[in-house]
């Protein structure tokens, strides 16, 4: 993947739903106008693009080159949902497509949210923040190569215990620091490295991540969702989404089912 370009347009984002495409094989006739990277959010599939084959799912980053499509089918094992931001560049990021195993993913399913967000919104400003958020997720598949793996393993114990518990009841950063056998400072400092966020950063992103998933579902209301993610109360929680996702919890419900 070429690492210097300009993003020098972006043409649209869109959320796509698990019931969108029900059936198990899709095929795409069209040519691509517009590059296209493509974060999954479920499900999982095989992608036949071009002489490629691309294996999705939860938490890959697909990327699609614009021009000729001589093939472009989906073979679904599991439907999903995705979110797939269209775009230009004043150079060529790759002539073949190909797939991003993006590993522990939480804090790129926020940005593309997160941009996805600010896109239906159409908010004021909204355009520049969306570039800057492509930059900032195209940062982020960058830095994700770069950590050292010895680093990454030494916070695993506790990327688990919060994995294990996050819902279900409030993580003590003296937990973590002993699953790890590390001190509080280098468990924040690992953090930093490999996901750009404080441990409680992390958790709570972990929680907004589940609760665009409840809200996009529909059968929640915005209170019953935050009991479900472990906020201490429905205004605590509606001020952290509304920080993570630049929209309020009923907000992203009202945009998102506009988007469809």
């Given amino acids: 993947m070429e ?25 795409f006739s069209h040519n691509l ?10 499900g999982r599939a095989s992608v036949f693009f071009n ?3 691309l294996e ?14 001589e093939q472009y ?39 593309f949210k997160k941009a996805f967000a600010l896109w239906a919104s159409k908010d004021e400003g909204y355009y520049f923040e969306c570039i800057s958020l492509l930059y900032r997720i195209f940062s982020e598949l960058q830095k994700q190569s770069y950590v050292p793996i010895e680093h990454a393993e030494k916070i695993t114990p ?13 993580i003590r950063i003296s937990e973590l620091c002993d699953a790890c056998g590390i001190s509080e400072s280098y468990l924040k400092r690992l953090f930093r490295e490999k996901y750009g966020v404080s441990p409680k950063q992390y958790i709570i992103q972990l929680k907004i991540n589940h609760a665009c998933e409840l809200l996009r579902l529909g059968r929640y209301t915005v209170t019953q969702v935050a009991e479900l ?24 419900v009202q945009k998102y089912k506009s988007s469809k």
């Fill in 51 to 53: 002489g490629e084959v």
């Fill in 158 to 170: 506790a990327v688990g215990l919060i994995r294990e518990y996050f819902l279900t009841k409030e």
């Fill in 56 to 69: 999705t799912e939860k938490g890959t980053v697909r990327f699609l080159p614009a021009g000729a499509t």
């Fill in 73 to 111: 089918e989906v073979v679904r094992q599991e439907n999903g949902a995705c979110i797939d931001i269209f775009f230009d560049t004043d150079v060529p990021i790759s002539e073949k497509a190909f797939v991003l195993k993006v590993g522990q993913s939480e804090k790129l399913e926020s940005l």
């Fill in 229 to 252: 993610c472990n906020f201490s109360d429905v205004y605590f929680f509606s001020r952290q989404f509304k920080a993570y996702m630049g929209v309020t919890p009923t907000q992203f």
């Fill in 33 to 42: 106008k517009h590059h296209e990277l493509i974060f999954a959010l479920s």
């Fill in 3 to 27: 690492k210097n370009f300009i993003v020098t347009k972006i043409s649209h984002i869109i959320m796509v739903g698990e019931e969108e495409y029900p059936e198990k094989k899709t095929s």
